[in-house]
């Protein structure tokens, strides 16, 4: 097996805010398995404040080429396994390799992924679009600018509901809520009740990731579902969830792929959580990759390729929310790009 990468700083059509920051481009790094005379990619985009950046994937792949190139390749579940003790610091690029892995897999059985897992793609859940945080008027303008079924909206400001309303005076569509960590449990408890008055549909990541007795309250006491993202990043993390939020929003980048993802959704199940997969602003093969999951998800955020000004692939169309696959084997997709390596 032969792995080659590169990396690429793609921008986004709009400076993109939440809680944490702002940023005018997406870092992120692209790989490509070849085996049998096949290609594989796969995609894992770089966030600064989980300290994984893109120089750090190709430092480690570097190191670990060797390994990565001569594990004998059958199937991805064992390449999982494999690179997650290689590279056990690293899950971004783990999950660029598994999401690969996939690709190829797929394509050598020449089937599309979500065949492989059996899915069925008449009930997929749209996904929704990302309002990020700005001024009152220029949300307003980007929404706009964008008609759409579902709205993600991007809070944490001392103006949240006036955000909201904002927004909600401008449209009918469907409105979600994303905290992401920035309030307290008696900042939660006063807005939540406004925020459903205003047909708010949940709230992801309301408190800090460890607020774990805070979310217990705000478990008991809220009024609109909510959603685990910051706290929900690892296999580990989705017991911890039950009783303290209704649902898990997956992120294939954070637990280091398909593969955990997979078990993800089947633990959460188990426990009776609704099921989320997120986005981190990843290109199309980033986001292919989550579109073969749909059908075993309630709600989706797979809104990168639309938020960015620049794509490395195509093979996956948005129709109003809708996801439309290309007719092509593994991920569906096609790489527009070129390899360093």
């Known amino acids: 097996m032969k792995v080659s990468y590169t990396q690429y700083n793609l921008k986004f059509r709009h400076p993109f805010t939440i809680s ?19 290609k594989g990619y ?22 670990k080429k060797t390994f990565v190139e001569k594990f004998a390749f ?9 690179l997650h003790h290689l590279l056990p610091q690293n899950s971004f690029l783990v ?18 992924l979500y065949e492989i897992w059996n899915g069925d793609i008449s009930k997929n859940p749209i996904t929704d679009y990302t309002i990020g945080i700005d001024s009152i008027e220029k949300m307003v303008a980007k929404l706009k600018e964008k008609p759409w079924p579902i709205y993600k909206i991007k809070v944490g400001t001392a103006d949240d509901i006036a955000i909201v309303k904002a927004l909600r005076e401008n449209t009918d569509s469907l409105l979600r809520v994303d905290a992401n ?10 807005l939540i009740p406004q925020l459903k008055e205003l047909g708010v549909e949940f709230v992801e990541q309301p408190l800090a990731k460890d607020n774990w007795e805070g979310m217990k309250i705000l478990y008991r006491k809220s009024s609109l579902p909510l959603f685990a993202d910051e706290a929900c990043v690892f296999e580990q993390d989705v017991h ?23 078990r993800m959704i089947k633990k959460a199940r188990e426990l009776d959580m609704k099921v989320m997969i997120g986005c981190m602003n990843e290109s199309t093969i980033g986001s292919a990759a989550v579109a073969h999951l749909l059908p075993f998800i309630d709600y989706v955020d797979m809104d990168g390729p639309l938020l960015l000004e620049e794509d490395v692939a195509t093979g996956i169309q948005y129709d109003y929310g809708k996801i439309i696959y290309s007719n092509a084997p593994g991920l569906g997709i096609t790489y527009t790009g070129l390899f360093q390596k």
């Open 20 to 38: 944490k920051g702002t940023k005018t481009h997406q870092p992120t790094l692209v790989v490509e398995l070849e085996n049998f005379g096949l």
């Open 42 to 63: 796969g995609e894992a985009p770089a966030i600064a404040y989980y300290n994984i950046p893109v120089e750090k994937m190709i430092e480690d792949l570097e190191r």
């Open 74 to 82: 059958t199937e991805p579940e064992r390449y999982w396994h494999y």
């Open 95 to 112: 999950c660029a390799l598994d999401i690969a892995a996939w690709d190829l897999f797929a394509k050598l059985k020449n089937q599309k």
């Open 181 to 190: 960590a920035a309030w307290d449990v008696e900042t939660a408890l006063k």
């Open 240 to 262: 911890k969830c039950k009783d303290h939020f209704h649902g898990i929003n997956i992120k294939l980048t954070k637990c280091s792929g398909i593969t955990p993802a997979l």
